[in-house]
């Protein structure tokens, strides 16, 4: 890291370098130089061989907004301005880690190789720091997208139906009982249906039944009509034949009457002749055998009457017999086709289930295919975050271990470059009255740093104003 523009001077009599703060700090002390790095990386050199007895040692200050373009403030002169006094003239090998590999260096700090030494180790942190720049950079461009992607991800929320489950089986409670309601409904309709139906045959087999007794009353009228007939013209022809023997009596009379007048009493002729026949018996015998025939003739009439009547019963009977048996066949019927339109409903409501089922099935397979591809869409990109977390850390293990590497071998040369320090003080100045200096302590604002090291201010020996000016 250089060290452009800083003010190097003295403080009565002692060295004095600037004193600059930033999260990636550098320090000078009474026996090197050390840069020190926050905890996520951290790189260290040194110059060893650097005694400042008179030096008050201060860490460096840096503003943040200064690494911004990748530079440091010009607040630091170059170590040219060092004076002579402070810088010793003894050198020893220098083995560092910077920018992946190790270097080796030999010269003396402030030396005349000593600019090239500073400006190579300045490079090698310069090229170092830019990386770990770029690999933040990278890792926050990382985490924006990271975040913009979640952000634009609609987030699977598996909705809690704990709570209308008790709903949904009191909905279900309710489906059941209404279609159980609804069954004993349509039960019962059919049960009326089929009472109807019986009443509605009694009504017309009694409607048939009294159709044929009318039909039977109105053929008895129709023969009682023509008995009344035929007994009308019986009575009829009875009268005429009546009207027609008193007339013969009247003429026989009339005949009779004359003749025996004529006759008289003087002549009795007897003759030998069949007995005349009485009329009154003839006639007797006639109406007799009328009396005779008619009564034959209304006893076949009243037989033909109760032979048609018992014909017309037992056609009757038959015919009541073969109706019930149609009825009961049509009941049979009936109740068949019942059934079967009851089978036929339950087939129907069966295929419309089935035909639900189907496309709840199919719509549920189209939600878990997309469901699937989703999951398998999540699955490859959580592959890749994880790809790329185990990447960053691997890199971070590597940056961890470059730290821990080179904080182990700042901490040796610290103690190396004190004991030299410590001895060069010793053997070159008196001893010198310390002055403690503050530790490192956080800074009062995020990501600042203000850090020191004890050290101590030793005051040289007095000179002359030109050795003074001199150095």
Known sequence: MLFKGCTWGFIGGSCKVPYMSRAKSVSVCSSGIRSQLPASYSINYYQPNICLPNLYCAAPYFSSSSQTNGNLLPTCLSPE???SSCILSSARPINCYLDGSYCRYNEAVFSSNGKETMQLLNDHLASYLEKVKSLEKENADLECKIREWQECQIPLVCTDFSSCYSTIEELQQQICNARAENARLH???????????????KYEYEQGLC???????SSLHRFLDDLTLCKTDLETELESLTEELLCLRKNHEEEATPLQHQLGDCINVELDTAPSCDLNKVLEDIRCQYETLIEKKQCEVENWYHTQMEELNKEVISDKEQ???????????????????IDLQTQHSLVRNTDTLTDTETRYSHQLSDLQCLISNMEAQLAELRSNIQHQNSEYKVLLDVKSQLDCEISAYRRLLDEEGCKACHTSFPPCRGVPLPLPCPGTAPGRWRCSIPACLCVPPKTSPSTHRDT
């Open 81 to 83: 301005s060092v004076p």
């Open 187 to 201: 039960l019962d309709i059919d049960n009326i249906k089929e009472a109807s139906d019986d009443f509605s045959l």
């Open 211 to 217: 159709q044929s007794a009318e039909a039977d009353i």
């Open 323 to 341: 109706l019930q048996g149609c009825q009961n066949e049509i009941i049979q019927l009936k109740h068949t086709v019942q059934a079967l339109e």
